[in-house]
């Protein structure tokens, strides 16, 4: 929207539920460079990519950028591979070769993160320049300009004819229902695309389906940010920091941990994720702790060759587009490409106001999660 605004448009945006409380909040904030996809010694388009994208938010967090972000939190400058050194150092080399953003320097002992020393980590660690932001902060300084333009509704249902989106119904629960005659469309709603994907004659499979659950611990007193690195192209697991509203400390875990858990019963996930921690760090009882998952289904357009696209994806049909920004890195990129679309098709004019309520930002998963202790 505020690529849009900057151009003359008047956008206004309507949400399902709240802002960024589908996967949006459940990102663990990584502002990847590129490395999380060159673990397997080969650099190709997503890393390549990739790299590009963390110096538009990080100029976009100073105030310099394309949008005022300067109220986002940094919860970390670094994140840490560790694993042992000739896997470490394999990948270094192959990262150099290609020139892609970030330092990967080793680290003596003594600067090791405290977590390492006092989870009983044995091994080789280096720091890799990624920051991790505070998700949430971001979606506050986004949403802040925007006062009056966010609404939301419990249903969208699009009325099309031929290729056309004709009239957006848009309803909400105890309340009448608005009907909005749209002049340009842009679905941005992850597996929510899927329903104008239908409605109009996208060609089909328009969306694929990548599930995942991510695991929750509760309790853990160390903060960490980074991946724990195998011989395999995902991560063994990806361990970000973060807070309940209560202030406590929660780890939340991607990785290849998320990567198999959704296949899985919950109960057998968090076996697993306290088998892979203890293993990793095994001078933790990881049993005194308590897990909680979120389970997530990754929306994005269908590939034929790859499972994943290797940057942020827009389809236009008639006066509607599906974005997919594959990573939440990608944003930055997705505007842009919206933008384009959206300029060469309509000419700027004003929005109508709506007699809908008002969208507000959404929570994190561990803020409403249901708690198991082991």
Not at 109 to 127: I, K, M, Q, T
Request: hydrophobic share 40%.
């Amino acid at each position: 929207m505020h690529a849009l605004r900057a151009q003359g448009f008047s956008p206004v945006l309507i949400e399902r539920h709240t802002l960024g409380g589908a996967q949006t909040l459940a990102a663990q904030g990584i502002l990847h460079g590129g490395m999380k996809y060159v673990l397997d010694g080969k650099v190709d388009d997503i890393a390549l990519k990739l790299r590009e994208m963390p110096p538009r938010w990080l100029e976009s967090i100073a105030g310099r950028g394309e949008v005022d972000l300067s109220g986002t939190q940094i919860l970390s400058e670094n994140q840490y591979l560790w694993s042992d050194g000739s896997l470490l150092s394999k990948l270094s080399g192959a990262m150099g070769a290609k020139m892609l953003r970030g330092d990967v320097s080793a680290l003596p002992e003594e600067n090791w993160p405290v977590a390492f020393r006092d989870l009983g980590y044995r091994g080789s660690v280096r720091a890799l320049e990624e920051t991790i932001i505070d998700v949430r902060s971001a979606l506050v300084a986004l949403s802040k300009p925007l006062a009056g333009r966010l609404f939301r509704a419990d249903e969208i249902i699009p009325q099309t004819v031929g290729e056309t989106v004709t009239t957006l119904e848009l309803r909400v629960t105890d309340s009448s229902t608005c009907r909005l005659r749209p002049r340009f469309v842009v679905a941005t709603a992850g597996a929510g695309n899927e329903a104008f994907a239908a409605a109009l004659p996208f060609p089909q499979p328009a969306t694929q389906r990548r599930p995942l659950r991510q695991i929750m611990v509760r309790g853990v007193p160390h903060k960490l940010y980074g991946h724990c690195i195998i011989a395999d192209p995902k991560p063994r697991v990806t361990v970000t920091s973060h807070t309940t509203q209560d202030g406590t400390p929660v780890w939340y875990l991607g990785g290849n941990i998320a990567e198999k858990s959704w296949q899985m019963s919950e109960e057998e996930a968090f076996k697993f994720a306290v088998n892979e921690l203890a293993a990793i760090f095994p001078k933790q009882d990881w049993t005194q702790y308590e897990y909680a998952a979120w389970d997530g289904d990754r929306a994005e357009p269908h590939q034929n060759v790859r499972f994943m696209p290797s940057e942020p994806t827009v389809t236009v049909l008639g006066n509607c587009a599906l974005a997919w920004p594959t990573k939440l890195v990608f944003a930055p990129g997705l505007a842009s490409k919206i933008t384009r679309e959206v300029a060469a098709r309509i000419q700027p004019c004003l929005a109508p106001e709506l007699p809908l309520p008002l969208a507000v930002v959404g929570t994190y998963p561990w803020d409403h999660a249901k708690w198991n202790s082991r």
